[in-house]
Nanobody
Framework: QVQLVESGGGLVQPGGSLKLSCAAS????????MGWYRQAPGKQRELVAT???????TYAGSVQGRFTISRNNAKNTVYLQMNSLKPEDAAVYYC?????????????WGPGTQVTVSS
């Protein structure tokens, strides 16, 4: 079992910043990809950003240049620094971690953290 604990969501004004964190715990053998997804009301869940164990990153076009994903491999933690936030960034943000435990691969999701962008 791999558990994910997210933190850092909240209310911010347009143009403001937030930093999300997600820590993975459990009997983890290795972690490959860590990422963030988001889902706004009435919309499908979408990719925000991912980072591999080698540090390669991928961003949705809508957040490129404003959001930065990073990870601390020693702490099994992934971060999402969100700057210049817009109302359309408001959503529930979900952490996703993929890797291996002793008996095989895992693909875990966090419970989600709400990000509200409003004046």
């Amino acid at each position: 079992q791999v558990q994910l604990v997210e933190s850092g969501g909240g209310l911010v004004q347009p143009g403001g910043s937030l930093k999300l964190s997600c820590a993975a715990s459990g009997s983890i053998f290795s972690i490959n990809v860590m990422g963030w997804y988001r889902q706004a009301p009435g919309k499908q869940r979408e990719l925000v950003a991912t980072v591999t164990s080698e540090g390669s990153t991928t961003y949705a076009g809508s957040v490129q240049g404003r959001f930065t994903i990073s990870r601390n491999n020693a702490k099994n933690t992934v971060y999402l620094q969100m700057n210049s936030l817009k109302p359309e960034d408001a959503a529930v943000y979900y952490c996703n971690v993929r890797g291996r435990v002793r008996v095989g691969p895992f693909d875990s999701w966090g419970p989600g953290t709400q990000v509200t962008v409003s004046s």
